[in-house]
């Protein structure tokens, strides 16, 4: 009787020691690899167990009746490289439950109840490569999900409740070649059994996945959308092709040189649909632009005062004024055109040249364009200035001599911010 009890109250003791209870662990050298296994798979499981040993390699909890992971679930695990959390009951899982999984390169969540997925907490899991979240209940991809999967190179999202997939993740599988830093990542993405709608993302990944030489992988191509939420769902491969474009951006020149003091102009136009927006970068100064300036800027810096108009559906054109240019306005400008099927964009070499004294508004007789009706107001014209009015005119790489371009607009020199 007396050992009995000894007996009883010693197993917990052992189980902290070795394994958590109700788990079995596999600890041992099978050959040349080396084993550390844990392994759980009882109902009677309701929470994840927090005496598994430091130094397990791979953790399986599956079938238990865990609903939730907790905040630092993990943290003792930093060795841990495999952790299979599949078919349990987790409905939520804390932004913090990754924390110091630094060696973690497969996390596994098929068939749970989990209707989001905390993204920003992969951001503890550098060395992430495969990510299952198979036979969830998704039913939304946040765009800044794309901020924590340039990694993931095996992403299963299928078998969920997916109806819309953010441009950003498109960006990031299907970069364009001046957007990659680094090596074009090859990877394998399971998009299929969810009710997605016939748009452009949805399709463009089917078309650039189904291209020569894709580095995206899909685990199956039977991919299926319908037109609206409810009506009857359609092989994507059968629809027909949608109306949306990648962006194309054109700059007026794509080299400026100007005299300091000047005023200058720099536009481009960009086709695409849905329309593009624009935006400026000033990304670079100019190699030889700045001797005779000691503070230099901060790059890249975006340009907030820009003007645009998109005279029709699938066309949009944009300007920057630069006035009174100095030698910090020398440099390269890129103009980023962006749309739901991608992102394109151009680059503007600006020189400004060194004259010791300019008259900034020569008297020159302003040229037929100006003097027409349509540019009374000259704070105004800048808005309208016809330089190819659609994107069909080749203008690719002309240089453009700044002088003149800025007297036609500027005969008075006005500030075009003040017109905004
Ligand atoms: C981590 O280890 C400490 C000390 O051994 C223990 O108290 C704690 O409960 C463990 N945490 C988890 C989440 O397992
Ligand atoms: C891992 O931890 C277990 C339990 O603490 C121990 O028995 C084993 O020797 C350890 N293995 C290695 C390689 O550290
Ligand atoms: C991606 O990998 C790089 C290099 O290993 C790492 O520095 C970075 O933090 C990882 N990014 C994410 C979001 O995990």
Same mark, same amino acid.
């Given at each position: 009787?007396?050992?009995?009890?000894?007996?009883?109250?010693? #197993?917990?003791?052992?189980?902290?020691?070795?394994?958590?209870?109700?788990?079995?662990?596999?600890?041992?050298?099978?050959?040349?690899?080396?084993?550390?296994?844990?392994?759980?798979?009882?109902?009677?499981?309701?929470?994840?167990?927090?005496?598994?040993?430091?130094?397990?390699?791979?953790?399986? #909890?599956?079938?238990?009746?865990?609903?939730?992971?907790?905040?630092?679930?993990?943290?003792?695990?930093?060795?841990?490289?495999?952790?299979? #959390?599949?078919?349990?009951?987790? %409905?939520?899982?804390?932004?913090?439950?990754?924390?110091?999984?630094?060696?973690?390169?497969?996390?596994?969540?098929?068939?749970?109840?989990? %209707?989001?997925?905390?993204?920003?907490?992969?951001?503890?899991? =550098?060395?992430?490569?495969?990510?299952?979240?198979?036979?969830?209940?998704?039913?939304?991809? =946040?765009?800044?999900?794309? #901020?924590?999967?340039?990694?993931?190179?095996?992403?299963?999202?299928?078998?969920?409740?997916?109806?819309?997939?953010?441009?950003?993740?498109?960006?990031?599988?299907?970069?364009?070649?001046?957007?990659?830093?680094?090596?074009?990542?090859?990877?394998?993405?399971?998009?299929?059994?969810?009710?997605?709608?016939?748009?452009?993302?949805?399709?463009? $990944?089917?078309?650039?996945?189904?291209?020569?030489?894709?580095?995206?992988?899909?685990?199956?191509?039977?991919?299926?959308?319908?037109?609206?939420?409810?009506?009857?769902?359609?092989?994507?491969?059968?629809?027909?092709?949608?109306?949306?474009?990648?962006?194309?951006?054109?700059?007026?020149?794509?080299?400026?040189?100007?005299?300091?003091?000047?005023?200058?102009?720099?536009?481009?136009?960009? %086709?695409?649909? =849905?329309?593009?927006?624009?935006?400026?970068?000033?990304?670079?100064?100019?190699?030889?632009?700045?001797?005779?300036?000691?503070?230099?800027?901060?790059?890249?810096?975006?340009?907030?005062?820009?003007?645009?108009?998109?005279?029709?559906?699938? $066309?949009?054109?944009?300007?920057?004024?630069?006035?009174?240019?100095?030698?910090?306005?020398?440099?390269?400008?890129?103009?980023?055109?962006?749309?739901?099927?991608?992102?394109?964009?151009?680059?503007?070499?600006?020189?400004?040249?060194?004259?010791?004294?300019?008259?900034?508004?020569?008297?020159?007789?302003?040229?037929? +364009?100006?003097?027409?009706?349509?540019?009374?107001?000259?704070?105004?014209?800048?808005?309208?200035?016809?330089?190819?009015?659609?994107? +069909?005119?080749?203008?690719?790489?002309?240089?453009?001599?700044? =002088?003149?371009?800025?007297?036609?607009?500027?005969?008075?020199?006005?500030?075009? +911010?003040?017109?905004?």
């Amino acid at each position: 009787m007396y050992l009995l009890v000894f007996y009883i109250w010693q #197993l917990p003791v052992l189980a902290v020691g070795a394994c958590p209870a109700l788990c079995s662990c596999t600890f041992g050298n099978m050959g040349l690899a080396e084993l550390r296994l844990v392994q759980c798979s009882d109902p009677g499981i309701s929470a994840v167990p927090v005496n598994v040993p430091a130094n397990t390699t791979k953790l399986r #909890l599956e079938k238990t009746s865990i609903t939730t992971v907790p905040r630092a679930a993990f943290y003792n695990l930093s060795e841990l490289r495999f952790l299979w #959390l599949t078919y349990n009951s987790v %409905t939520s899982i804390h932004p913090s439950s990754f924390v110091n999984l630094k060696t973690l390169r497969e996390l596994r969540l098929d068939g749970n109840l989990l %209707t989001s997925f905390p993204w920003e907490g992969l951001r503890d899991t =550098p060395l992430l490569q495969t990510l299952g979240l198979h036979n969830n209940r998704l039913s939304s991809l =946040p765009a800044h999900a794309a #901020l924590f999967l340039p990694n993931i190179t095996y992403l299963d999202l299928s078998s969920n409740r997916l109806t819309i997939l953010p441009a950003e993740l498109l960006d990031l599988w299907f970069p364009l070649p001046g957007q990659r830093s680094g090596p074009l990542q090859r990877r394998i993405l399971g998009l299929h059994d969810n009710p997605w709608l016939c748009d452009c993302q949805i399709s463009m $990944v089917m078309s650039l996945s189904m291209s020569l030489g894709s580095s995206v992988v899909l685990m199956d191509r039977m991919v299926t959308c319908s037109r609206s939420l409810g009506q009857s769902r359609v092989l994507l491969t059968q629809v027909e092709p949608n109306r949306c474009m990648r962006p194309s951006v054109q700059p007026a020149a794509t080299r400026v040189n100007s005299p300091l003091g000047s005023n200058v102009i720099l536009r481009c136009d960009a %086709t695409g649909y =849905p329309t593009p927006t624009l935006t400026w970068l000033k990304t670079s100064a100019y190699p030889d632009c700045c001797q005779q300036h000691e503070s230099v800027e901060e790059l890249p810096r975006d340009l907030a005062s820009f003007l645009q108009e998109s005279p029709r559906v699938g $066309v949009r054109w944009s300007i920057i004024s630069l006035n009174g240019l100095t030698y910090k306005d020398a440099g390269e400008y890129r103009c980023q055109a962006r749309n739901m099927a991608g992102i394109s964009e151009a680059l503007i070499q600006l020189k400004v040249v060194g004259i010791t004294r300019l008259s900034r508004f020569p008297k020159k007789t302003p040229t037929a +364009q100006l003097t027409s009706s349509k540019y009374k107001k000259p704070n105004q014209t800048v808005i309208k200035i016809p330089l190819g009015k659609d994107s +069909q005119t080749p203008r690719s790489t002309k240089t453009q001599t700044a =002088p003149d371009l800025t007297n036609k607009v500027y005969p008075g020199g006005e500030d075009v +911010q003040d017109t905004k």
